[in-house]
């Protein structure tokens, strides 16, 4: 899977210390946070959004080195994986690195995706 980072520019591919898996116990890694240079956060499916909030908390917690994030999301959230601290992305094979550039010139529109996932909501319901 081809790295990029937030300019939806291909890098090369580092090995991260550490990838967190979406149930992780925050409290037990922020501790060693400093000592990593990279860090991937897992998302299992692009529906699952405790990645996000991983990646929030270990910004807060003043972690400056690769936030990646690895596994399932969507070109339409690139902006808010930017938003949340992730500074490199693996992206998933499905995508191709270009979708994600592209989303980077799409004029920003809030709520996009949430308007998107309710709909899919009320049609499962």
Do not use: W
């Not at 790295?3 to 037990?28: F, G, K, Y």
């Not at 240079?37 to 400056?64: C, L, M, S, W």
């Not at 992206?91 to 010139?105: M, W």
């Amino acid at each position: 899977m081809p790295l990029i980072n937030a300019r939806a520019e291909e890098i090369s591919s580092t090995a991260p210390d550490v990838v967190l898996p979406p149930d992780v116990e925050l409290a037990a890694v922020l501790p060693t946070l400093g000592e990593l240079a990279v860090v991937a956060v897992e998302f299992p499916k692009f529906r699952d959004g405790r990645g996000f909030t991983i990646a929030r908390a270990i910004r807060q917690h003043g972690y400056q080195g690769d936030l990646r994030a690895t596994g399932h999301f969507l070109p339409e959230q690139f902006l808010f994986l930017i938003s949340c601290g992730f500074s490199s992305f693996e992206t998933p094979v499905e995508h191709e690195p270009a979708k994600f550039a592209a989303a980077l010139a799409k004029p920003r529109q809030p709520g996009q995706l949430l308007r998107r996932s309710l709909a899919r909501a009320r049609e499962v319901a």
